[in-house]
């Protein structure tokens, strides 16, 4: 049982450029979420979803696209990258009842 | 919208001493209450988590929490650490919607 896997999980981008963080989970959990994680301020949520098709912004959505076609998966693009968008990322997948499962996180660095 | 508070940034503490960190939460409604920890270069996992009934709860690893209504609190504790509880912690909050609201949270070192 993988739960929540995340890809990559370094990454070196330069201003300007764009990528796409992979997020899968098996479990047949509506709910997704992406975070990121800067020291000393907890986890901001970025965007989440509540199912496929279905996605909404969080409290630090600038900067963020997501999609959501599958209830497996949940990637997050960021389309030009900045130096405020170095941080570490977690996906997250929950059903209603139960706390939220983790992925192991990417680090991102943007320079 | 719902804000958590956790009051120490950072607690530092010998083997064996007990643990007790602070949460706060501003929201005047029904609320889910969870504890992560964080182990150095891990994802968060679940250590305990209230929703209703007796407000004291056991989690994992020796963990307790206490859920206080009347002062919006959710304050860990340990009676004993030890040097593998090293780790940072966080508190967090579900309220309306599915939605997760985190702590700033709070980096313990056990030192040996």
């Known amino acids: 049982n993988a739960g929540v896997t995340q890809t990559p999980k370094f990454r070196i981008l330069k201003i300007g450029q764009s990528m796409t963080l992979q997020c899968a989970q098996d479990m047949n959990h509506n709910y997704m979420y992406w975070y990121r994680q800067d020291p000393g301020m907890g986890l901001k949520l970025i965007y989440y979803s509540v199912g496929a098709g279905i996605t909404d912004k969080g409290e630090v959505p600038n900067g963020y696209n997501v999609s959501r076609s599958t209830t497996e998966d949940f990637p997050l693009r960021l389309e030009l990258a900045a130096p405020s968008q170095t941080s570490v990322y977690f996906c997250?997948?929950?059903?209603?009842?139960?706390?939220?499962?983790f992925g192991s996180g990417t680090r991102l660095t943007v320079v | 919208a719902q804000s958590v508070s956790q009051h120490n940034h950072h607690v530092i503490l010998s083997e064996a001493a007990s643990l007790e960190l602070g949460c706060n939460y501003s929201?005047?409604?029904?609320?889910?209450l969870f504890w992560y920890v964080q182990y150095p270069g891990q994802h968060l996992q679940l250590l305990l988590k209230?929703?209703?009934?007796?407000?004291l709860v056991k989690g994992i690893k020796g963990f307790e929490a206490e859920f206080i209504k009347s002062k919006f609190s959710f304050n860990l504790r340990k009676p004993s650490v030890q040097w593998s509880d090293t780790a940072e912690y966080f508190c967090?909050?579900?309220?309306?919607?599915?939605?997760?609201?985190f702590g700033g949270g709070t980096r313990v070192l056990v030192k040996p």
């Open positions: 997250a997948s929950s059903d209603q009842t139960l706390g939220y499962t």
């Open positions: 967090a909050v579900k309220a309306a919607g599915n939605k997760l609201t």
């Open positions: 929201y005047g409604g029904t609320v889910n």
């Open positions: 209230y929703f209703s009934g007796d407000p």
